[in-house]
């Protein structure tokens, strides 16, 4: 346990040390505040309480950026390291690999928790300040708002490892890393919606929507974050109200995108001579 | 004597190149060994195996009695690794680098600054490692390699980058820990350096071991000429005796390759004549491997 401990550490001294957290935190707060008091703008003080419409801006923004961001830091974990030789050190230590990849990412994931955590939280924050009147649903809504971006995060960070043990060099992980995004967060949604277009509910189900639905972690993400209170003042509501699925199942399914890739990296980088 | 490596009948293949053919050796305790060979003659890939990061495709690597592929992590806490081109995090200090390293080694915090002291990086320990030179990296290299005291070092080529002054001080540092009986393994290419260093000298070629003794063995054992080069005096004639044939070299100087039963009877015979200068060059480290590898290419055919 102390080894994964003393790699996460390194992990996240390294972030601080060259500003990816700082980075991460100030985009997010950037655009939560501003979502935050130029979203509200057009609400007025009609209907949809004001933190129920920053959480819908907030994880439509969420599920582009969080991806892109995980990915971002993760592509590079081991394929980088090999380049630079510094694995090759690493491994020569009393440390299984196992241990490595489980080191960084939660030395990755508490860099991304706390990014978004007090990104989002600054955002909520001056809502609150400003004298909005948020009720306790709300609140509870944000709080999933900013543990299910957590987990968006941890899901991408563990697709961007597996690609990073797969491939002989940086750059193929960066340009992988990279179609995975374009497809999970833009491709697949669009490509959904078309064959629902075409289909006109003839042989799409609800059933085989809920299905299409968990298989691109981003659709989870998006439908807990949609489909409650919140989600009917969005564009989802309507989506949600078809597919079926309980908050059990989705947070199962965003656990499985995390475990899976994770696991599949792990055993990758395991049989991987240097 | 406690042997702390020992390969047998290691063999290392690569899809169609094989690497490894066939070594075996063994290391003692209290001993410098260099790894001698050209470039991609395996020292690399025999190193790798000894720390487990490579699996033999034959044969078997036992490192202080256990096998370091598949053996407990223990064994590792005991070694130290210097890698040919040892690259750190730039962003970290030399003491936050030598911190994780000794973390993960289970070794004394307290040793960093006495180690930092020792190779010169006292004053740069906490100035990022973005800022060092080559010669500052390799040094810090071999600080992280000595954490924890270890058994055995296993340092690839790790002369290069540094200047002669601390080329010296290296070798120094490596008799002080023979002295505390470690076992120091260390790859070269860079013959001339090893000259009175290397207790033993291990040469291979292309994956294949061609020689292993002390300099002295080898040096018997490949029967290289020593040459005697002498400047004879203004007048004297240019021929000497002994029956043998001295080659005239730019005018008044004269010059031999003497066999090694031959040498102390030249020897006489130049000092007969009057002479002005006279040199003796025993045959060097680079003869003797261009011997042992030319030996090699011949059996090959």
């Keep these: ?26 985009l997010l707060a950037t655009l939560a505040l501003s979502l935050t008091f130029l979203g509200s703008a057009p609400t007025g003080n009609v209907g949809a309480g004001a933190l129920d419409v920053v959480i819908v801006s907030l994880s439509s923004l969420s599920v582009f950026l969080v991806p892109l961001i995980a990915l971002l830091i993760s592509h590079d974990a081991v394929v980088g390291e090999m380049e630079r030789g510094t694995m090759l050190l690493l491994l020569s230590y009393p440390v299984k690999r196992w241990q490595v990849v489980l080191g960084k990412f939660l030395g990755h994931l508490a860099i991304l928790a706390f990014s978004t955590l007090v990104g989002y939280g600054v955002a909520a924050a001056a ?24 987990l968006l995060g941890a899901v ?3 697709i961007g490892y597996l690609v990073s043990a797969l491939v ?24 959904l919606l078309g064959l629902l277009v075409v289909d006109q509910g003839r042989t799409v189900t609800g059933g085989m929507l809920n299905v299409l639905l968990l298989l691109n972690p981003t659709d989870a993400y998006r439908l807990i974050n949609l489909g409650g209170t919140a989600g009917a003042i969005s564009g989802m509501g309507g989506v949600a109200d078809i597919a079926t699925l309980a908050p059990a199942a989705l947070l199962a399914a965003l656990l499985a995108w995390a475990a899976i890739p994770l696991a599949a990296a792990i055993l990758v980088f395991s049989r991987r001579e240097l | 004597m406690t042997t702390t490596i ?29 790894l001698v060979g050209h470039n991609g003659a395996g020292k690399t890939t025999l190193i790798k195996m000894m720390l487990g990061l490579l699996r033999p495709t034959a044969g078997a690597v036992r490192v202080l009695g256990e096998d370091p592929a598949t053996g407990s992590a223990e064994v590792r806490t005991r070694l130290g690794y210097l890698p040919e081109n040892v690259s750190f995090n730039p962003a970290l200090t030399g003491t936050e680098t030598l911190r994780f390293y000794a973390a993960l080694k289970r070794a004394g915090r307290d040793q960093i600054p006495g180690l930092l002291d020792r190779v010169g990086l006292a004053a740069a320990a906490n100035r990022r490692v973005r800022t060092y030179s080559k010669g500052m990296r390799q040094r810090l290299g071999l ?62 070629g292309r994956g294949v071991k061609i020689a292993d003794g002390t300099l002295d063995e080898l040096r ?52 007969r004549a009057e002479i002005a200068d006279l040199d003796v060059t025993p045959p060097t480290l680079d003869e003797l491997y261009a011997h042992f590898q030319d030996i090699e290419r011949e059996a090959g055919r």
Excluded: C
């Design chain 1, 1 to 26: 346990m102390s080894t994964i401990l003393v790699i996460a550490e390194k992990e996240i001294r390294e972030g601080l040390r060259n500003r990816w957290v700082l980075a991460t935190t100030l």
């Design chain 1, 127 to 150: 809502l609150g300040l400003t004298g909005g009147d948020i009720g306790r649903e709300s609140w509870a809504a944000f709080a999933s708002l900013i543990g299910s971006s957590v």
């Design chain 1, 156 to 158: 991408f960070v563990a």
């Design chain 1, 168 to 191: 002989g060099e940086r750059s193929t992980a960066g340009g992988i890393a990279i179609g995975i995004w374009l497809v999970l967060v833009l491709v697949y949604d669009m490509a």
């Design chain 2, 6 to 34: 020992e390969l047998s009948g290691v063999s290392k293949s690569f899809g169609a190149i094989e690497a490894v053919k066939d070594v075996s050796f063994s290391l003692e305790a209290g001993e410098i060994v260099a």
């Design chain 2, 143 to 204: 600080a992280q390699a000595l954490l924890g005291q270890p058994k055995v070092l296993l340092l690839d080529e790790p002369t290069t980058g540094l200047d002669p002054a601390s080329r010296r001080d290296f070798y120094r540092f490596l008799d002080e820990l023979r002295d505390t009986g470690s076992t120091i393994l260390l790859s070269s290419h860079a013959l001339s350096e090893l000259e009175g260093r290397a207790d033993r000298v291990v040469i291979v």
């Design chain 2, 220 to 271: 018997r054992i490949a029967r290289l000429p020593t040459r005697i080069r002498v400047k004879l005096a203004e007048g004297e004639e240019r021929r000497l005796d002994g029956g043998r044939d001295w080659r005239a070299v730019n005018g008044h100087m004269l010059e031999i390759d003497a066999a090694p039963e031959d040498k102390v009877e030249l020897l006489r015979a130049a000092m």
